[in-house]
Structure formats: C-alpha cells, structure tokens
C-alpha cells in the first residue's frame, strides 16, 4: 500500500508513519454520525454529554474515563479518532507541542531508531538493575518468538507505577525488539515542561499516548486509545495496557477491579498478539523500591507471564461497546489465572 497523507480538514500537517497516516487515525478518515453521544464517567452516575465535535456522534468509551450505554449498537463505522482534532479547544499550547514531539519521534529514521535503541540497553538495563535481588520469572517460554515487523499488546494486572516497566525490561531482556510505548495519564507529564524531560530520560518517551482523568476532556481518549491501535497495526510496536485502568490500592493482589473497555477497544482495533502478564510485589515509591532492591531488602518481585489469550471469535465480532468490554473481561481472566499460579508458586 503506497503512504498517503490524509487528513481531516482543519488539522494540522498530516504525519506519515510508513504505509499509514497516523493523525490518530490510518489513511482513512473517520466516518462522522450526526448524533451526539451520551456517556458516563467512571464511579459516577452524573452523565457527561460528549459533544458531536468531539465525538462525532458515536457511542464508545476510554480507558477506565468514559463508560458507555451497553444497549448501544454492536457495530461501529470504520476509521479513527485524532487527539489533536479532536482537542481542537480543550488542548494547552504546551499538551500540542508535546505531542507532536513524541509523534515525531515516532516517524520512521535516525530518531526512531536510536530510541528503539536505548530503550532495549539503557532503558531496561537500569530497571533490571533495580530489581535484580528481588525478581522471580515464570512462564517466560510461553511466549512465542519475536517477530520484528509485528507488534504486540502486553495486559498487565494494576497495583504499582511501575507494573509495566519491570515487565516490559524483563522481555527486553529475553529479546523484545519493539518500540514500547505505555499510555499515561496527562497530568504532569503532559501538562508540565517537565514533562517531556521527564519522560525522554526515564522512559526514552515510552509514556504515549497522554490519557486524560479531568471530566471535561474524557472523550479525548478515543483518539488516544486509536491511535496507540494504528501504531500497532503499523507494526514494530510493544504497547502495554492494563485492563483494570487504574490501580488497585487494597491489600489483596489476587482480585480485580472491573474491565475497562477501552482496553479491548485497541485490541479490537489493533489485531495483534495480547500477552498476559500478573505481577506481584512491586510498591510505588520510586525511590524506596530502587534503594530495596539495590539492597535486596524490599518484598520479593515475582512475574507470571502466559501464552497469547485466544480472542479469535472477539475479534471477528463487529466492534461496539460489549465486544470491547468482553475483551477485557477475558484479559483479566487470563491475568487472573496467571495469578493463582504465582500464589501457588508463592507456597
């Protein structure tokens, strides 16, 4: 397929990632309705009215954001969202220029590369580091190989920061050759000129695409969730989720909170490998966790890792929220049974 440079009327330069134009969505435009959608926030019965401008008209949800009308309809129109289009008012100057950096990095060339680069040697070599007296891997043969030109979709249970980062090192290590990315929220990231700092230093700009937790701006997450699924289907990306959406905070690390449909809503979209993983033991003070497992003295870190979860039949169903929200259900059941063996393995 030649490259194409389409793009919605009113957005900016159209950016070309190989045989795809990514403006949050592929070479073709989305396809608008005229209706507006209603959807609901996460943990609240207040319903927030998504604008036709910003969602044009289709009922969908977000990562553990937007949740959406279940007796909506099952089939969606083809095409995707754009985060920039769509932020056209709601967007800060400094949230555009930092996501037109990370979309420049993403381009293929000499940028691209050498941050592929340090990611698979610095970007994992100190996080393994931090963990090295600490770290017990299972299940890492149930993988299957790498293949370079695809991509893959690791789900990941929730209770730490740092959850995917030690997961995504450890496959580094066993010979990942993809470029990571994990969404993140905006907040500081996004919103702070640190931000990019932050995020070019420690993760060689892995936290992408930005999520966003403030009501307002809710359905903004459509876009970011497309566009992690064109770079997907683009191939040669790693991309970590975690179905739950936000972290669980009690003291039982072997149950889960609800499925977030967003999560199936890039699988869906992406059509690639999803890998499980359940991890136990991490905290979340940055810090505290590198000085305990420098000196071996923080609780033991173990990483279950299982083959790819069978979501043939999901996927051949029309995309719509139930399909999405099936998806991630079954993404937290292969976690979960993941889990059940990492406590075996505990005794």
Do not use: C, F, Q, S
């Given at each position: 397929m030649p490259s194409t440079s389409k793009k919605l009327a009113g957005t900016g330069p159209a950016i070309v990632y190989g045989d795809a134009t990514v403006n949050g969505f592929p070479s073709s435009a989305p396809d608008p309705l005229t209706r507006a959608s209603v959807g609901e926030l996460e943990g609240s019965s207040a319903p927030v009215r998504l604008t036709q401008g910003m969602l044009a008209g289709r009922r969908e949800d977000a990562v553990s954001v937007v949740d959406v009308d279940e007796d909506a309809p099952s089939a969606e129109p083809a095409g995707d969202y754009d985060l920039l289009e769509m932020g056209d008012a709601s967007l800060t100057r400094l949230e555009r220029a930092q996501i037109r950096l990370v979309r420049a990095s993403l381009r293929p060339g000499v940028l691209d590369s050498g941050i592929r680069a340090l990611q698979r040697s610095v970007g994992q070599w100190w996080i393994r580091a931090a963990t090295a007296r600490l770290r017990h891997v299972h299940g890492i043969e149930r993988i299957p190989p790498w293949d370079p030109a695809g991509s893959l979709v690791l789900v990941a249970n929730h209770r730490s920061f740092f959850d995917l980062y030690v997961t995504a090192a450890e496959l580094v290590a066993h010979g990942l050759p993809q470029r990571i990315l994990f969404p993140v929220r905006s907040k500081f990231f996004y919103?702070?000129?640190?931000g990019p700092v932050v995020n070019g230093v420690m993760s060689f700009f892995a936290m992408y695409p930005p999520i966003f937790r403030e009501r307002r701006?809710?359905?903004l997450n459509l876009a970011s969730l497309d566009e992690a699924a064109a770079l997907l289907r683009r191939g040669g990306f790693f991309v970590g989720l975690h179905p739950e959406g936000t972290r669980k905070t009690d003291d039982d690390p072997y149950t889960f909170l609800p499925a977030q449909s967003g999560v199936g809503r890039v699988i869906h979209k992406a059509r690639?490998?999803?890998i499980p993983v359940f991890v136990n033991g991490l905290?979340?003070?940055l810090p505290r966790q590198v000085a305990g497992g420098i000196a071996g003295t923080a609780?033991?870190?173990?990483?279950?890792f299982g083959?790819?979860?069978d979501l043939a039949a999901l996927l051949r169903a029309p995309g719509g929220p139930r399909v999405y929200r099936r998806i991630a259900e079954q993404c937290i059941e292969a976690i979960a049974g993941l889990g059940r063996e990492e406590k075996a393995l505990r005794r």
């Open positions: 919103d702070h000129p640190l701006r809710a359905a690639v490998p999803v905290g979340n003070d609780p033991p870190i173990h990483m279950v083959g790819p979860i």
